[in-house]
């Protein structure tokens, strides 16, 4: 008989309000943080906490990554900022990727959040910030080299080579860039990106250079420089598809079996009764759907439910708060004995169900919806 899925560390399944239950595992990511910075050598290992460390909650996770040996951490947004700054050590640095918006400097100052610049209106705004508080202010900057997002243009670092005077008052900490194909390592605009950032950097104040986020690190010591930044890497996704993924899954997602029932040939099953059923089937309804992050295509490309070693497909469109699964082939004596079945882990990553769903496992992360009932596992004291 197939074992049946099972949460040993969580006491919620009892809780009625919980259509489905997300574990994770803090130890994993700091494993995989550990592994990463193993990886990197001499170069330092700052960790990627924005978008709410990618869903899994920053407030739990940087204090596991910071007792892992981090202690630089990135976020998108200044308000991502200012929320962490208070679940980590105030000798943390904590990097603002979009940098400060027009009138918001002082707020990086307050909380002691570090912008990465990446216009010379940001520029010139930080530096204007600094004169007003009488000392130089630390900063990042950041350079295209390629991906045509965010940086400095060429013809931007052109003209503060030309004009120092233009960066008085701002303490380079970090000259930065972002590989636009690190997950096709074969990819010719690699090379070129790392020695576009060797160059325009020649031309800014000396500083430490960073380029690689997770899938740059697997390029090698090359595109390490002096900082890498993981994030997607932490929680266990792949960092390409050329080698077999050596990170820790770090999540468990469950769904409550709400509803069961026998269906005939010609029962049609979803919204648009997209699906129909050949035979006898018997069907279970699950408490989880696109609301909770569990993307609506995701019954397009084989999407799947596990319940032990019994895989179990999706039928028919994903809805809101429901997802309805096959599962005629799960003898009725393991069926009964059921409550839920996994839809993330053990036998299917996040990868996995991105690319049922069309995505990547980014996505997939980033979009886990608020109302499962969380669990954080760690040993750590």
Same mark, same amino acid.
């Given at each position: 008989m197939s074992d049946l899925p099972s949460f040993p560390h969580d006491t919620g399944w009892a809780a009625p309000g919980a259509g489905a239950m997300l574990e994770i595992d803090l130890d994993a990511i700091a494993a995989n943080y550990r592994l990463l910075n193993a990886r990197t050598g001499n170069s330092l290992c700052a960790a990627v906490v924005k978008a709410d460390a990618y869903g899994l909650g920053a407030h739990r996770v940087a204090p596991a990554l910071e007792q892992a040996g981090a202690n630089t951490f990135f976020v998108a947004h200044l308000e991502e900022g200012i929320r962490l700054r &208070?679940? $980590?050590?105030?000798?943390?640095? +904590? *990097? $603002?990727?979009?940098?400060p918006m027009p009138g918001t400097q002082a707020e990086f100052t307050r909380h002691d959040l570090l912008p990465v610049l990446n216009s010379m209106e940001q520029v010139a705004g930080w530096r204007a910030h600094a004169g007003q508080m009488g000392n130089p202010l630390p900063a990042a900057l950041q350079v295209d080299t390629g991906m045509s997002r965010f940086g400095l243009s060429d013809g931007d670092v052109t003209a503060l080579a030309a004009s120092p005077d233009l960066l008085d008052g701002i303490d380079t900490q970090l000259v930065m860039s972002h590989l636009a194909c690190a997950d096709t390592p074969a990819n010719p605009a690699n090379a070129m990106q790392r020695d576009r950032l060797r160059a325009m950097a020649g031309r800014l104040p000396a500083a430490p250079l960073a380029l690689s986020a997770s899938s740059g690190i697997f390029l090698g010591p090359d595109y390490h420089f002096d900082l890498v930044?993981? #994030?997607?890497?932490?929680? #266990?996704?792949?960092?390409n598809d050329d080698a077999p993924n050596p990170l820790r899954p770090t999540v468990r997602l469950g769904a409550r079996i709400v509803q069961r029932r026998t269906i005939n040939a010609g029962d049609g099953v979803g919204y648009g009764l997209t699906w129909r059923a050949t035979g006898p089937r018997r069907i279970a309804t699950l408490g989880i759907g696109y609301a909770d992050g569990f993307l609506r295509r995701g019954a397009d490309g084989g999407g799947c439910a596990w319940l032990g070693d019994y895989r179990l497909p999706i039928l028919g469109r994903i809805s809101m708060d429901s997802t309805t699964i096959d599962v005629t082939g799960v003898p009725e004596g393991v069926l009964a004995q059921a409550?839920? $079945?996994?839809? +993330? #882990?053990p036998r299917r990553?996040?990868?996995?169900?991105a690319r049922s769903a069309g995505t990547i496992g980014y996505e997939v992360l980033t979009?886990? #919806?608020?109302? *499962?009932?969380?669990?954080?596992?760690? &040993?750590?004291?």
């Amino acid at each position: 008989m197939s074992d049946l899925p099972s949460f040993p560390h969580d006491t919620g399944w009892a809780a009625p309000g919980a259509g489905a239950m997300l574990e994770i595992d803090l130890d994993a990511i700091a494993a995989n943080y550990r592994l990463l910075n193993a990886r990197t050598g001499n170069s330092l290992c700052a960790a990627v906490v924005k978008a709410d460390a990618y869903g899994l909650g920053a407030h739990r996770v940087a204090p596991a990554l910071e007792q892992a040996g981090a202690n630089t951490f990135f976020v998108a947004h200044l308000e991502e900022g200012i929320r962490l700054r &208070q679940h $980590v050590a105030p000798t943390a640095r +904590i *990097f $603002v990727l979009h940098g400060p918006m027009p009138g918001t400097q002082a707020e990086f100052t307050r909380h002691d959040l570090l912008p990465v610049l990446n216009s010379m209106e940001q520029v010139a705004g930080w530096r204007a910030h600094a004169g007003q508080m009488g000392n130089p202010l630390p900063a990042a900057l950041q350079v295209d080299t390629g991906m045509s997002r965010f940086g400095l243009s060429d013809g931007d670092v052109t003209a503060l080579a030309a004009s120092p005077d233009l960066l008085d008052g701002i303490d380079t900490q970090l000259v930065m860039s972002h590989l636009a194909c690190a997950d096709t390592p074969a990819n010719p605009a690699n090379a070129m990106q790392r020695d576009r950032l060797r160059a325009m950097a020649g031309r800014l104040p000396a500083a430490p250079l960073a380029l690689s986020a997770s899938s740059g690190i697997f390029l090698g010591p090359d595109y390490h420089f002096d900082l890498v930044r993981p #994030g997607a890497a932490l929680y #266990g996704l792949a960092p390409n598809d050329d080698a077999p993924n050596p990170l820790r899954p770090t999540v468990r997602l469950g769904a409550r079996i709400v509803q069961r029932r026998t269906i005939n040939a010609g029962d049609g099953v979803g919204y648009g009764l997209t699906w129909r059923a050949t035979g006898p089937r018997r069907i279970a309804t699950l408490g989880i759907g696109y609301a909770d992050g569990f993307l609506r295509r995701g019954a397009d490309g084989g999407g799947c439910a596990w319940l032990g070693d019994y895989r179990l497909p999706i039928l028919g469109r994903i809805s809101m708060d429901s997802t309805t699964i096959d599962v005629t082939g799960v003898p009725e004596g393991v069926l009964a004995q059921a409550t839920h $079945v996994d839809m +993330i #882990g053990p036998r299917r990553s996040v990868d996995d169900v991105a690319r049922s769903a069309g995505t990547i496992g980014y996505e997939v992360l980033t979009a886990l #919806g608020s109302r *499962f009932h969380r669990a954080y596992l760690t &040993q750590a004291a």
